[in-house]
């Protein structure tokens, strides 16, 4: 088959979102949140773990922490045993109680909106700074977590590739900057609703017409 040209790509791409914005037009974070601190912290808390379960714990959570300086001055065990049933608690504590004490040390308690900041403390790496700067700041952001991942490569778009800065390089060339956020959005929602790691719903997708892994994915998880 012959390589397919950026153009086309990008013009795949646009395809793919026009119709997943028709299929999920409330494609959104689907983290509760109600500050950026929040949303720091409950971002923290979904490595690894569904939202659904993290929306569970963090009521709580934001009634009792209301500020960088609460989260910070709890003990590692109190705040442990609060976040256990979102699983790896002992680092998710660690890193939520040492970012929150920087914020309020450097930042006067608030999230800095800036990237390449956001990136260098604790506990926040590319994935959750993108998604900071995308939801709280409604700048534009590549999410790359693991539907964005399996997706990306679903549609052809990098080969057999995990690393997720390679895939956010890549996309970064193929989605046009002011859609970013959209298709992170668009990505994890299908990525939950149709294509799923194991026996995903080709046979019905709405994008399977752009999709060359339509039905011949999914027979193990990628
Ligand atoms: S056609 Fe199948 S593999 Fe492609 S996006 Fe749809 S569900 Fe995923």
Not at 1 to 25: G, N, S, V
Not at 120 to 143: D, E, M
Not at 201 to 206: H, L, T, V, Y
């Amino acid at each position: 088959m012959p390589k397919e040209t950026l153009a086309r790509r990008q013009a795949r791409a646009k395809a793919i979102l026009r119709r997943l914005r028709k299929e999920y037009p409330d494609a959104k974070c689907e983290l509760d949140w109600g500050t950026p601190l929040e949303l720091a912290a409950a971002t923290i808390l979904s490595a690894q773990c569904t939202d659904k379960r993290v929306n569970l714990v963090t009521p709580a959570l934001f009634r009792k922490y209301r500020q960088a300086k609460d989260w910070a001055a709890t003990p590692q065990e109190t705040l442990e045993k609060e976040i256990h049933s979102a699983g790896f608690f002992r680092n998710k504590a660690k890193n939520i109680r040492a970012l929150m004490a920087r914020l309020d040390a450097e930042f006067g308690g608030e999230l800095p909106g800036d990237f390449d900041v956001l990136v260098s403390l604790p506990g926040i790496g590319r994935k959750t700074a993108n998604l900071l700067v995308a939801t709280v700041f409604g700048r534009p952001g590549l999410v790359v977590d693991t539907h964005f991942i399996r997706l990306s490569n679903r549609f052809g778009f990098v080969k057999h590739e995990a690393d997720a800065t390679k895939i956010e390089r890549a996309l970064q060339k193929i989605v046009p900057r002011e859609d970013w956020t959209d298709w992170s959005h668009a990505m994890v929602f299908h990525g939950r609703r149709r294509c799923f790691a194991r026996n995903p719903g080709c046979a019905d997708c709405p994008v399977a017409a752009w999709c060359p892994s339509a039905g011949k994915a999914g027979a193990k998880a990628e």
